[in-house]
Structure formats: C-alpha cells, structure tokens
C-alpha cells in the first residue's frame, strides 16, 4: 500500500470517454459496480437498448426524458431513475445546457443490447 493511498484513486478525466460520456468498468478496476460519467449535450442522448440487469441514472443537473418501455417520463437533477432489468429504455437530453447524470450498472462488466 502507498503512504498517500493513490492505488484507491482513479482520476475522473483519465476515464476512457467520448464526446458525451466518460466509462468507468468496473472489471478494469476490481470493482463489482461500472458507470457513466454522462454530459450529454442538448438533443442528445444514448439510442434504445436493454441490460439484463437494473440501470439507475442519478440526475445531477440538467433536464432529460427517458423512454422507459412504452412509457415516456421526465426527470432532472436531484432526481433518481431506475430502470428494471430486461426493459428497453433511452434518453435525450431536453434542456439548453449539457446533462450532468451517472448511469450506474451493478454489474463489473457491462452488458447492453441496442434495438435501434
């Protein structure tokens, strides 16, 4: 173990990331949880699929709507979405500035189907 404890750290901007989103694998990391770093601009949003487990997606600031199965609903930050397992879901960013949400997968791998 290190004095200052860096082997616990992992640098957020070190993540592997794209335009919208920053990956954190949780297998990559001996950690038993994976999750995105999500700031998604405005109209954008990730294309429908489903896992074969729950996603939830913790709204920090912004405005977003999920399609939740057949269902449409709205959130922004300070709220929680959770996504049951095997559901097909998406979402856009509705708002004029970039989405600030972790999507968090309880699984060390993810696993993601894309219907669309």
Same mark, same amino acid.
């Given at each position: 173990m290190s004095r200052?404890?860096?082997?616990?750290?992992?640098? =957020?901007?070190?993540?592997? &990331?794209?335009?919208? =989103?920053?990956?954190?694998?949780?297998?990559?990391?001996?950690?038993?949880?994976?999750?995105?770093?999500?700031?998604?601009?405005?109209?954008?949003?990730?294309?429908?699929?489903?896992?074969?487990?729950?996603?939830?997606?913790?709204?920090?600031?912004?405005?977003?709507?999920?399609?939740?199965?057949?269902?449409?609903?709205? &959130? &922004?930050?300070?709220?929680?979405?959770?996504?049951? =397992?095997?559901?097909?879901?998406?979402?856009?960013?509705?708002?004029?500035?970039?989405?600030?949400?972790?999507?968090?997968?309880?699984v060390p791998r993810?696993?993601?189907?894309?219907?669309?």
């Amino acid at each position: 173990m290190s004095r200052d404890g860096s082997e616990y750290v992992i640098k =957020a901007n070190r993540l592997p &990331a794209g335009e919208n =989103a920053s990956t954190f694998d949780g297998h990559e990391h001996g950690a038993s949880v994976s999750f995105f770093l999500s700031r998604n601009v405005p109209g954008s949003g990730p294309d429908l699929h489903r896992h074969p487990y729950e996603e939830m997606f913790i709204i920090e600031e912004g405005n977003v709507r999920f399609t939740v199965g057949k269902e449409k609903v709205e &959130a &922004a930050g300070g709220d929680i979405v959770v996504v049951p =397992a095997g559901t097909p879901h998406k979402f856009v960013n509705i708002g004029n500035e970039r989405l600030r949400q972790i999507s968090i997968h309880p699984v060390p791998r993810m696993d993601t189907e894309w219907l669309e």
